[in-house]
């Protein structure tokens, strides 16, 4: 599952047996290879081939021990909103203040806060400065913004395991920046939320007599 901070999936269910479910996976993997190696498509070519040999004619589908088959396919899971827990710190004393004129190591820590899941390859494309009210910073006379970040972006984090903390920094650069109340924007705060689950299910069939 690939979480974004702007991106929503709509509804959709398919429904399907499996005499078919086989091509709708090929068409679906034909638009996920373009940016794939000449060595990965090769491999993937190989896979398709192989599951396709495998996907032969059949007839009779085994009864489930118990209810029946559910065909609903590709359709969105629904889920509770998993939020990490993310903070900005700076300063060495509680004394400090961000003068006008100044460069200051900042800390963006993220913490995977749950318990059963790994935030896997968490990044955070973008780390802006605006004005209180969202407006850009004021510029400078040679056109520079008068407060930096350095760097911009990204900032990876990697694999976030359960119940952690990862930190990133960057440096505030500000050079005559007016007197007043600024906010940090972190845009693009995207991750996979990794889960680890066990099922089981039962099948049955019937043995001939002589």
Same mark, same amino acid.
């Given at each position: $599952?690939?979480?974004? @901070? ?14 078919? /479910?086989?091509?709708?996976?090929? #068409?679906? =993997?034909?638009? !996920? ?23 032969? +004619? ?6 489930? %021990? ?11 899971? =629904?889920? +509770? ?7 900005? /710190?700076?300063?060495?004393? #509680?004394? &400090? ?8 190591? /900042?800390?963006?820590? /993220?913490?995977? =806060? ?16 605006? =004005?209180? @009210? ?6 400078? +006379? &040679? ?10 972006? +990204? ?13 990133? !920094?960057? $440096?505030?650069?500000?050079?005559? #920046? ?8 972190? !845009?693009?705060?995207?991750?996979? #939320?990794?889960?680890? !689950?066990?099922?089981? @299910? %039962? ?8």
């Amino acid at each position: $599952m690939i979480m974004t @901070d702007d991106h929503k999936h709509e509804e959709q269910t398919i429904s399907f047996d499996f005499k078919t /479910v086989s091509a709708r996976k090929v #068409a679906h =993997r034909e638009g !996920q290879d373009e940016h794939l190696s000449p060595e990965e498509r090769r491999c993937r070519r190989i896979e398709q081939a192989v599951n396709e040999e495998l996907w032969r +004619p059949w007839e009779n589908l085994m009864p489930k %021990c118990e209810g029946e088959y559910d065909w609903r396919f590709c359709f969105p899971l =629904r889920m +509770p909103e998993i939020a990490p827990l993310i903070g900005v /710190v700076w300063g060495d004393s #509680a004394c &400090d203040c961000i003068e006008g004129d100044d460069a200051e190591i /900042v800390q963006i820590i /993220v913490c995977n =806060r749950y318990s059963n899941l790994v935030m896997a390859h968490f990044t955070i494309n973008r780390v802006e400065v605006v =004005r209180a @009210d969202g407006s850009p910073v004021p510029l400078l +006379p &040679d056109g520079s913004p008068s407060i930096q970040v350095v760097p911009l972006g +990204p900032y990876c984090y990697g694999d976030i395991p359960p119940c952690s903390c990862v930190v990133r !920094q960057f $440096m505030l650069r500000l050079r005559g #920046a007016p007197g007043g109340k600024y906010r940090i924007l972190l !845009q693009g705060v995207c991750f996979e #939320a990794c889960f680890h !689950q066990l099922r089981e @299910d %039962c099948f049955t069939f019937e043995v001939c007599k002589d």
